[in-house]
């Protein structure tokens, strides 16, 4: 078995403020875990704001170097630093998926241009044929056509298409994994689920792993194989998704399913929280503690004392 | 290209003005190409006549026909003050979207080196220039003197431009389409930072001709290479208004403001016209 | 049953907007009837484009160029009289806004003044309104604030030192500050994290019934008005297509909108596959004939294409725009888990 991505170890600070009250912020610390390149999974990462999700991601896409630790794509370290060529060939093989359709693509500009010109990069021909057919064929994955794209203007597509044909751009390259940052928060909600689902078809599919990041359990249940979930930087719970949101252990973990909205008992207007699960999770931020790996696979944080 | 045109005229009053006046200036200008005098020429025809059906705009003490004499000097001076705008905007873009999008030691190095043309005062190194170069200071020479102190404060504003749209995600998303720096400069950015090309161009143009203005009234040009400057200059050394030949200074400054005007109305309108707000508008966003 | 807050009939709003020759006319609000009972939480769910926040702008009284209210009347029935905000005068509206009409916005940052302490933002929103000055004015702000649960120190904070949640619940003591009669939320917590937004909603909850004041909640996010709403309306494309009890909304929907948006919600504990719903929100500038979800719908019939339904009571308090009604039927994962609905 082999790896596709491995993160070993990784942390990043960030340094604030200028030469007065300079701060360090600890955005992520220490995660570990690794994909694997011949078992296709979604792979989730959980977390609210401030979890370090994002930051975990951009470094995952080399956009960002860890202070700490390394990060291997199929045995090579990811850098932001390098040639040109290098930076395409590893573009060629991770691709992101963008938050918000409607600022993925220049207003002003055409969307196939940005398939366009990932075609002749990535596929290094300038054959028009080859690029259109290219072009198609990915749009086809997504439940597209040239035909329907071609010509239009951001503006001129719903949330749900863009979304798609950028989710279509990203597969032009062909490759063994993607990234994708809150792909659906800013979809529209009739739209979501025809996102979820394609990248779930990308999965099972086309083989192609997807390392998704939420803030949402409900789909991260819905789509995932394993998950992490990460508090103040800090993964504090791990393993395999059904296992890890069907009874949560760590605290946190527990209070983030407490506060799902469920629509079981519509109407009934229960809205309370436990504050002695917000103070419970609360209580942990900051404490090291260490990941230990439960009988059922999954890895939560303990920490002395408790 | 022509829709856009007839759009601008038929919706726009603005536009429609600053097109008639600059169109006027332009004709005015071109004219000279087919000037029947040469400019350069003094006592050519009897000095001091007011303007008549002879001498259009009157002649002056130097005995030049003042219509063929402005008509050149318009010329020079437009293609002086779009010569510097047009090479002071590619320095100002070229800068600008460097140093917002590429961030980091360029950013400091070109701000640097900008703020450094920011704080040299710029009139002295003009005169410096002259007496250094003398008649070898042609207008072309004066033209790339300027456009080199032109671009800093425009340079500034379209970095801040910049380095917003750095931060959007259609930028990172067009690095992941392999696209090159350069074509996410040009492609993706340009557009954004045009509202501002076109109105420092304006004003770029009316800086210049006016530092033209300035330097050709003090006599630290050539004085025999007819602009609006030097029109002034020799007007002002003759005493024009003294001795009463009006028409040497009203009519030249009537023609000015014409001219500003006209690229006033016409930046005005245009940047409303291709302000990606507004052309997003006309798409149907 | 209780007696109506605000009647909303056959209300138009259109945008008129005129660049160089390009003219047009997007029919963000066509023809919506409805009303909103005194003490109730009405829920507004819609999608991006579909007219909802037009919507809510013409209640919230805030109708601007090139906004404009072409048809009908919206006609609240507040303590100090009767007004119709389609056609009240700024003077008429600036005499019942915030004291008797308020709103929590998205953004908390938007609304308080980031120069600003926060008392400051309080005795300029609330000081006129509530004809208190000085000490009298401070110690109600801080009566109130305390019922939110949020400390006196905070009108001496500037909004960036508040947390998220902190700013939110600070908005929300803002807009209930006067005790209005009638609040509009618009989306007040879909910038937040879950912990906090659950704790964000069960305060406006908690205010709400406290005061007795009606609220119109506007969300696309239909798990949130199951836990707040006491009834919910679905806008599409312009238009009101249902309207009902959250209850029945969610576990017998009657149009086919609805059924969609409340089957595509995952839930923990269930991998059933979501069905998705195809096609693209309608453009309101060209809206398509007849029914506007005919395109997207999977019960669509000739009849739909040609023929606007009209709303039709179809229940207790429910109403619905759809000519096949009854053979809409709660799509997979939309049933009740077992028991509740036996």
Redesign the interface.
């Given at each position: 078995m082999t790896t596709l991505l491995d993160v070993r170890d990784v942390s990043k600070r960030f340094t604030m403020g200028g030469i007065f009250g300079r701060k360090t912020v600890d955005a992520v610390m220490d995660a570990s875990f690794s994909l694997s390149a011949e078992n296709p999974e979604i792979f989730t990462i959980i977390g609210?704001?401030g979890s370090g999700k994002t930051t975990l991601a951009r470094m995952i896409l080399g956009l960002e170097d860890p202070s700490e630790g390394e990060i291997l794509f199929r045995g090579k370290r990811v850098s932001r630093y390098g040639g040109r060529a290098e930076k395409l060939a590893f573009m060629s093989q991770v691709q992101p998926v963008f938050q918000n359709p409607f600022e993925a693509f220049n207003p002003l500009k055409k969307v196939e241009r940005y398939l366009e010109s990932t075609a002749r990069r990535f596929l290094q021909t300038s054959d028009r044929a080859a690029i259109d057919r290219a072009m198609d064929e990915a749009l086809q994955k997504v439940g597209l056509s040239l035909k329907e794209v071609r010509g239009r203007f951001p503006h001129e597509?719903?949330?749900?298409?863009l979304q798609r044909c950028a989710i279509a751009r990203a597969l032009i390259p062909n490759p063994p994994l993607l990234i994708a940052d809150e792909p659906v928060s800013m979809v529209?909600?009739?739209?979501?689920?025809?996102i979820?689902?394609l990248l779930k078809s990308l999965r099972d599919d086309l083989k192609v792993s997807v390392i998704y990041i939420t803030?949402?359990?409900?789909?991260a249940?819905?789509i995932s194989n394993r998950l992490i979930i990460m508090q103040r930087g800090r993964i504090v719970e791990m393993g395999d998704a059904?296992t890890v949101?069907?009874n949560p252990q760590h605290p946190y973990s527990k209070?983030?399913?407490a506060?799902?909205?469920?629509?079981?008992?519509?109407?009934d207007?229960?809205?309370?929280?436990d504050p002695e699960m917000?103070k419970a999770a609360g209580d942990l931020v900051g404490q090291a503690g260490k990941l230990v790996t439960k009988p059922d696979g999954r890895e939560v944080r303990v920490y002395a004392g408790v | 290209m022509f829709a856009v045109f007839r759009?601008?005229i038929?919706?726009?009053v603005e536009f429609a003005i600053g097109l008639v006046l600059v169109g006027i200036m332009v004709i005015f200008a071109s004219l000279s190409f087919f000037s029947p005098v040469d400019p350069s020429m003094i006592y050519m025809a009897i000095p001091d006549q007011p303007p008549s059906a002879q001498y259009w705009f009157g002649t002056n003490s130097r005995g030049q026909e003042l219509f063929w004499q402005l008509s050149a000097a318009f010329k020079n001076s437009l293609i002086f003050g779009i010569t510097v705008a047009v090479l002071s905007r590619i320095i100002s873009i070229t800068v600008g979207l460097a140093a917002g999008y590429l961030g980091g030691w360029v950013d400091r190095v070109l701000m640097f080196i900008n703020d450094i043309f920011v704080a040299v005062p710029i009139f002295p190194i003009l005169v410096l220039f002259y007496f250094v170069l003398r008649n070898n200071m042609d207008s072309f020479t004066m033209a790339l003197i300027l456009a080199c102190f032109g671009w800093p404060f425009d340079a500034r504003l379209i970095r801040s431009v910049a380095l917003g749209l750095k931060h959007r995600e259609f930028t990172r998303h067009a690095v992941f389409a392999g696209m090159s720096t350069r074509k996410v400069l040009l492609e993706e950015h340009l557009p954004y930072v045009m509202p501002i090309v076109f109105s420092t161009f304006m004003n770029n143009m009316l800086w210049s001709i006016g530092m033209e203005v300035t330097l050709a009234v003090l006599g630290f040009t050539n004085i025999n290479n007819p602009t609006i400057g030097t029109v002034l200059y020799w007007a002002n050394s003759h005493s024009a208004m003294v001795v009463g030949v009006w028409w040497w200074i009203v009519i030249p400054v009537i023609l000015i403001v014409m001219t500003f005007l006209g690229l006033f109305l016409l930046a005005v309108s245009m940047n409303e016209?291709i302000d990606p707000r507004?052309r997003l508008?006309?798409m149907?966003a | 049953m209780a007696e109506d807050i605000v009647k909303v009939e056959g209300l138009k709003a259109y945008y008129q907007?005129n660049?160089?020759?390009?003219s047009?006319e997007v029919r963000a609000v066509d023809g919506i009837t409805m009303t909103v009972r005194k003490g109730e939480v009405y829920g507004i769910?819609g999608?991006?484009s579909s007219g909802k926040t037009s919507f809510i702008k013409v209640l919230a009284a805030a109708i601007r160029p090139p906004l404009k209210v072409v048809e009908g009347s919206v006609k609240f029935d507040f303590k100090n009289g009767p007004i119709d905000v389609a056609t009240a005068t700024p003077k008429q509206i600036e005499a019942v806004r915030w004291k008797h009409l308020s709103y929590i916005m998205q953004g908390s940052m938007s609304v308080l003044n980031p120069v600003r302490r926060i008392g400051r933002t309080f005795h300029d929103f609330a000081s006129r309104p509530m004809g208190l000055t000085g000490k009298a004015f401070e110690d109600r702000v801080i009566a109130h604030l305390a019922r939110l649960k949020l400390p006196p120190d905070v009108l001496k904070a500037y909004p960036h030192e508040l947390s998220?949640g902190m700013r939110q619940r600070v908005t929300i003591g803002l807009a209930t500050v006067c005790h209005p009669e009638f609040i509009i939320a618009d989306e007040p917590t879909t910038a937040l994290?879950?912990?906090v937004?659950?704790?964000v909603?069960?305060l406006i909850?908690d205010i709400q019934k406290e005061m007795n004041a009606a609220v119109v909640f506007v969300t696309?996010?239909?798990?949130?008005?199951?836990?707040?709403?006491?009834r919910v309306g679905i806008i599409y494309a312009g238009r009101l297509v249902e309207e009902g009890?959250?209850?029945d909304?969610?576990?017998a929907p009657k149009h086919p909108?609805t059924a969609?948006?409340?089957a595509?919600?995952?839930?923990?504990?269930?991998?059933k596959?979501?069905?998705?719903?195809?096609g693209?929100?309608p453009n309101l500038?060209d809206p398509p004939q007849g029914c506007r979800f005919h395109p997207?719908c999977p019960l669509a019939v000739d009849k739909c294409r040609q023929d606007v339904p009209p709303m039709e009571q179809v229940g207790p308090d429910h109403r619905t725009a759809c000519w096949r009604w009854q053979d809409v039927k709660p799509l997979v994962g939309a049933s009740?888990?077992s028991g509740?609905m036996a």
């Amino acid at each position: 078995m082999t790896t596709l991505l491995d993160v070993r170890d990784v942390s990043k600070r960030f340094t604030m403020g200028g030469i007065f009250g300079r701060k360090t912020v600890d955005a992520v610390m220490d995660a570990s875990f690794s994909l694997s390149a011949e078992n296709p999974e979604i792979f989730t990462i959980i977390g609210e704001s401030g979890s370090g999700k994002t930051t975990l991601a951009r470094m995952i896409l080399g956009l960002e170097d860890p202070s700490e630790g390394e990060i291997l794509f199929r045995g090579k370290r990811v850098s932001r630093y390098g040639g040109r060529a290098e930076k395409l060939a590893f573009m060629s093989q991770v691709q992101p998926v963008f938050q918000n359709p409607f600022e993925a693509f220049n207003p002003l500009k055409k969307v196939e241009r940005y398939l366009e010109s990932t075609a002749r990069r990535f596929l290094q021909t300038s054959d028009r044929a080859a690029i259109d057919r290219a072009m198609d064929e990915a749009l086809q994955k997504v439940g597209l056509s040239l035909k329907e794209v071609r010509g239009r203007f951001p503006h001129e597509m719903s949330g749900g298409q863009l979304q798609r044909c950028a989710i279509a751009r990203a597969l032009i390259p062909n490759p063994p994994l993607l990234i994708a940052d809150e792909p659906v928060s800013m979809v529209d909600a009739s739209l979501r689920m025809s996102i979820v689902n394609l990248l779930k078809s990308l999965r099972d599919d086309l083989k192609v792993s997807v390392i998704y990041i939420t803030h949402d359990l409900a789909t991260a249940y819905y789509i995932s194989n394993r998950l992490i979930i990460m508090q103040r930087g800090r993964i504090v719970e791990m393993g395999d998704a059904r296992t890890v949101l069907d009874n949560p252990q760590h605290p946190y973990s527990k209070l983030l399913k407490a506060s799902v909205l469920s629509t079981d008992d519509a109407g009934d207007g229960k809205l309370a929280t436990d504050p002695e699960m917000v103070k419970a999770a609360g209580d942990l931020v900051g404490q090291a503690g260490k990941l230990v790996t439960k009988p059922d696979g999954r890895e939560v944080r303990v920490y002395a004392g408790v | 290209m022509f829709a856009v045109f007839r759009d601008l005229i038929r919706y726009n009053v603005e536009f429609a003005i600053g097109l008639v006046l600059v169109g006027i200036m332009v004709i005015f200008a071109s004219l000279s190409f087919f000037s029947p005098v040469d400019p350069s020429m003094i006592y050519m025809a009897i000095p001091d006549q007011p303007p008549s059906a002879q001498y259009w705009f009157g002649t002056n003490s130097r005995g030049q026909e003042l219509f063929w004499q402005l008509s050149a000097a318009f010329k020079n001076s437009l293609i002086f003050g779009i010569t510097v705008a047009v090479l002071s905007r590619i320095i100002s873009i070229t800068v600008g979207l460097a140093a917002g999008y590429l961030g980091g030691w360029v950013d400091r190095v070109l701000m640097f080196i900008n703020d450094i043309f920011v704080a040299v005062p710029i009139f002295p190194i003009l005169v410096l220039f002259y007496f250094v170069l003398r008649n070898n200071m042609d207008s072309f020479t004066m033209a790339l003197i300027l456009a080199c102190f032109g671009w800093p404060f425009d340079a500034r504003l379209i970095r801040s431009v910049a380095l917003g749209l750095k931060h959007r995600e259609f930028t990172r998303h067009a690095v992941f389409a392999g696209m090159s720096t350069r074509k996410v400069l040009l492609e993706e950015h340009l557009p954004y930072v045009m509202p501002i090309v076109f109105s420092t161009f304006m004003n770029n143009m009316l800086w210049s001709i006016g530092m033209e203005v300035t330097l050709a009234v003090l006599g630290f040009t050539n004085i025999n290479n007819p602009t609006i400057g030097t029109v002034l200059y020799w007007a002002n050394s003759h005493s024009a208004m003294v001795v009463g030949v009006w028409w040497w200074i009203v009519i030249p400054v009537i023609l000015i403001v014409m001219t500003f005007l006209g690229l006033f109305l016409l930046a005005v309108s245009m940047n409303e016209y291709i302000d990606p707000r507004s052309r997003l508008r006309r798409m149907g966003a | 049953m209780a007696e109506d807050i605000v009647k909303v009939e056959g209300l138009k709003a259109y945008y008129q907007m005129n660049y160089f020759g390009v003219s047009r006319e997007v029919r963000a609000v066509d023809g919506i009837t409805m009303t909103v009972r005194k003490g109730e939480v009405y829920g507004i769910a819609g999608e991006s484009s579909s007219g909802k926040t037009s919507f809510i702008k013409v209640l919230a009284a805030a109708i601007r160029p090139p906004l404009k209210v072409v048809e009908g009347s919206v006609k609240f029935d507040f303590k100090n009289g009767p007004i119709d905000v389609a056609t009240a005068t700024p003077k008429q509206i600036e005499a019942v806004r915030w004291k008797h009409l308020s709103y929590i916005m998205q953004g908390s940052m938007s609304v308080l003044n980031p120069v600003r302490r926060i008392g400051r933002t309080f005795h300029d929103f609330a000081s006129r309104p509530m004809g208190l000055t000085g000490k009298a004015f401070e110690d109600r702000v801080i009566a109130h604030l305390a019922r939110l649960k949020l400390p006196p120190d905070v009108l001496k904070a500037y909004p960036h030192e508040l947390s998220g949640g902190m700013r939110q619940r600070v908005t929300i003591g803002l807009a209930t500050v006067c005790h209005p009669e009638f609040i509009i939320a618009d989306e007040p917590t879909t910038a937040l994290d879950v912990v906090v937004q659950k704790e964000v909603l069960s305060l406006i909850r908690d205010i709400q019934k406290e005061m007795n004041a009606a609220v119109v909640f506007v969300t696309h996010d239909m798990s949130v008005h199951a836990n707040v709403a006491d009834r919910v309306g679905i806008i599409y494309a312009g238009r009101l297509v249902e309207e009902g009890p959250t209850r029945d909304m969610f576990f017998a929907p009657k149009h086919p909108y609805t059924a969609h948006l409340v089957a595509s919600l995952p839930r923990i504990g269930d991998v059933k596959q979501r069905p998705a719903l195809e096609g693209r929100p309608p453009n309101l500038a060209d809206p398509p004939q007849g029914c506007r979800f005919h395109p997207r719908c999977p019960l669509a019939v000739d009849k739909c294409r040609q023929d606007v339904p009209p709303m039709e009571q179809v229940g207790p308090d429910h109403r619905t725009a759809c000519w096949r009604w009854q053979d809409v039927k709660p799509l997979v994962g939309a049933s009740a888990p077992s028991g509740v609905m036996a």
